[in-house]
């Protein structure tokens, strides 16, 4: 198997992991924290808008802070080879721009989904109409929502892991 079949393969195993996991951690979480309860609104006590923009920063920031340092410890251990899937590759290219801290990565993933995921989500709803939910509906929707952020966003944070000589990326700041 060449060195890019078991990049492939990685990156694809962490995909379906990250994105099973939390399709179901978030489905079940969300179904038990609101069973039983009224239909969510866009505001108010019951607000599926708040929950939406809260999950859209907490996912990104919690799975990096946990994706992040579990790959560099395989790759410090030898378990995984350093990836780059190339100049040509849309992942690897916004991968390669996030910096080498843990911390700042996870922030900056965070903010990628207060900022993008939870504005395209909301408008998502809006246009489809959607006034309430009922808290089944609203875990079925947040449980495939949250797995199908997870799974995508999974990529870059192992490519920054796993990128050649992680140590020596920086952020260069001009000015000081």
């Not at 962490?14 to 990250?18: G, Q």
């Not at 579990?70 to 790759?75: A, E, F, G, P, T």
């Given at each position: 198997?060449?060195?890019?079949?078991?990049?492939?393969?990685?990156?694809?195993h962490?995909?379906?992991?990250?994105g099973?996991?939390?399709?179901?951690?978030?489905?079940?979480?969300?179904?038990?924290?609101?069973?039983?309860?009224?239909?969510?609104?866009?505001?108010?006590?019951?607000?599926?808008a708040?929950?939406?923009?809260?999950?859209?920063?907490?996912l990104?920031?919690?799975?990096?802070?946990?994706?992040?340092p579990?790959?560099?410890?395989?790759?410090n251990?030898?378990?995984?080879?350093?990836?780059?899937l190339?100049?040509?590759?849309?992942?690897?290219?916004l991968?390669?721009?996030?910096?080498?801290?843990?911390?700042?990565?996870?922030l900056?993933?965070?903010?990628?989904?207060i900022?993008?995921?939870?504005?395209?989500?909301?408008?998502?709803?809006?246009?489809?109409?959607?006034?309430?939910?009922?808290?089944?509906?609203?875990?079925?929707?947040?449980?495939?929502?949250?797995?199908?952020?997870?799974?995508?966003l999974?990529?870059?944070?192992?490519?920054?892991?796993?990128?050649?000589?992680?140590?020596?990326?920086?952020?260069?700041?001009?000015?000081?």
């Open positions: 198997m060449s060195s890019a079949e078991n990049s492939s393969g990685h990156i694809l962490e995909v379906w992991v990250c099973g996991s939390n399709t179901i951690f978030n489905g079940l979480s969300a179904w038990l924290l609101m069973k039983g309860g009224g239909s969510l609104q866009w505001s108010g006590d019951d607000s599926f708040v929950d939406v923009v809260a999950t859209a920063f907490l990104p920031l919690i799975v990096a802070f946990i994706v992040i579990l790959q560099r410890s395989k790759l251990k030898g378990t995984l080879h350093s990836i780059n190339g100049p040509s590759s849309f992942m690897q290219s991968a390669d721009r996030f910096p080498a801290s843990t911390a700042k990565s996870a900056l993933f965070g903010l990628i989904g900022l993008i995921i939870a504005p395209v989500t909301l408008t998502g709803l809006y246009l489809f109409g959607v006034q309430t939910i009922s808290p089944e509906y609203y875990a079925v929707f947040k449980g495939l929502w949250a797995g199908l952020i997870a799974a995508i999974v990529v870059p944070m192992v490519l920054i892991a796993l990128r050649e000589n992680t140590s020596t990326h920086t952020i260069a700041v001009h000015g000081s």
